[in-house]
């Protein structure tokens, strides 16, 4: 397999874990939001540090809306990190990638003269 080729594999999933991550952040929101709503409608007057819920009674829901709310926010923050990651690794390729293809151009120029 050729470099050229590998880089072009290597980008391509590098693209598919970009999505992935993407995928990960809208379940995140998805289970953060679902967690919020559970919280607002089991409890009468929660107490709320920036936008978690911290002082529950003893109601289930409440520990549900909780751990929703929880396992939301954490989704959401490796969600993000991994799109970027992702991202950041495909431009290293794609920049390998253009630089392996200038040095076969100037290859096949030189067997050419």
């Known amino acids: 397999m050729a470099l050229r080729d590998y880089l072009h594999e290597k980008a391509e999933e590098s693209r598919h874990n970009e999505t992935l991550g993407f995928l990960i952040l809208i379940i995140g929101v998805s289970f953060f939001i679902g967690g919020i709503v559970v919280t607002v409608v089991t409890e009468e007057n929660p107490e709320w540090l920036l936008f978690i819920p911290y002082k529950l009674d003893s109601h289930p829901y409440s520990l549900i809306g909780l751990s ?24 290293s390729y794609m920049d390998r990638l253009k630089e392996t293809q200038t040095l076969e151009a100037q290859k096949i120029d ?3 003269s």
Do not use: K
């Not at 396992?71 to 799109?83: D, H, M, N, T, W």
């Open 68 to 91: 929703f709310a929880s396992i939301g926010l954490v989704l959401l923050i490796l969600g993000i990190i991994f799109s970027i990651h992702s991202a950041l690794q495909r431009a």
């Open 110 to 112: 030189s067997e050419e």
